[in-house]
């Protein structure tokens, strides 16, 4: 167990919706990063806040939104759901902004995200 | 941005052979690289890591080298065992941000 907490686990929803994803990050980690992992593919970095504020941006669509709350933990947001937006996606989070050696991040089980 | 290539995508050994997966990357400046090991349905994990001013790091049976010159790294896996079968994952790090590469499945059969 990484101390990263991910809800839900599943989820299935339909083409045009919205949904939130939650994370709670581990006990004492201020940085919470967000990936999605497509079925057979690698994993493509989202957003990474830090503290509360946004400190960098991936390949994140307009239709997707993050934030980090003053507990710490994060929400993803996906709108306007689209068949593609099926996939994996990881919360993950670390003590400091930067990551590098003795900073590790550590990842979230995951939550499935079906659109049909 | 950065580039991340990973190859081989697929590797299969024998048990107790060696496996050796490679990365490139792209913009020099990136000077953090963890691999990552992800087993069918559950989260990545690091498995090692290594820094921009080190050449090579080794944990037991697993080793990371790093080519600054070259923008290469590798991780070499020894003596491999059938639970080593998974996919991973190397990454390459600029400002805080990661980028991965598309992954590598190893299968190592008994």
């Known amino acids: 167990d ?3 907490t991910q ?3 599943h989820l299935i929803t339909a083409t045009g919706q919205r949904v939130t994803l939650r994370c709670s990050p581990r006990s004492g980690d201020l940085s919470v990063y967000w990936y999605q ?3 057979d593919q690698g994993l493509q970095f989202l957003i990474q806040y830090y503290n509360g504020e946004e400190r960098a941006k991936g390949n994140i669509l307009e239709r997707f939104s ?3 709350f003053p507990d710490l933990h994060s929400e993803l947001n996906l709108s306007s759901l689209e068949l593609g937006d099926s996939a994996l996606y990881f919360c993950a989070s670390s003590i400091r902004p930067m990551t590098g050696v003795g900073n590790t991040i550590y990842f979230g089980e995951g939550s499935w995200l079906t659109v049909v | 941005g950065e580039n991340v290539e990973q190859h081989p995508s697929t590797l299969s050994v024998q048990e107790g052979d060696s496996a050796v997966i490679k ?3 792209s913009d020099s400046a990136s000077n953090y690289f963890p691999w990552y090991k992800q087993e069918l349905g559950k989260r990545p994990q690091l498995i090692i890591d290594i820094r921009s001013n080190v050449g090579e790091k080794k944990d037991q049976r697993i080793a990371v080298t790093l080519n600054k010159t070259a923008k290469h ?3 070499h896996i020894t003596e491999t065992q059938p639970e080593d079968s998974a996919v991973y994952f190397c990454a390459a790090t600029l400002a805080g941000k990661s980028t991965f590469g598309d992954g590598t499945t190893l299968t190592v059969k008994p």
Request: aromatic share 12%; hydrophobic share 30%.
């Open chain 1, 2 to 4: 990484s101390g990263v």
């Open chain 1, 7 to 9: 809800t839900p686990k």
């Open chain 1, 37 to 39: 992992q497509s079925l």
């Open chain 1, 66 to 68: 993050a934030q980090q």
């Open chain 2, 23 to 25: 990365c490139t990357y």
């Open chain 2, 73 to 75: 790294f590798s991780l």
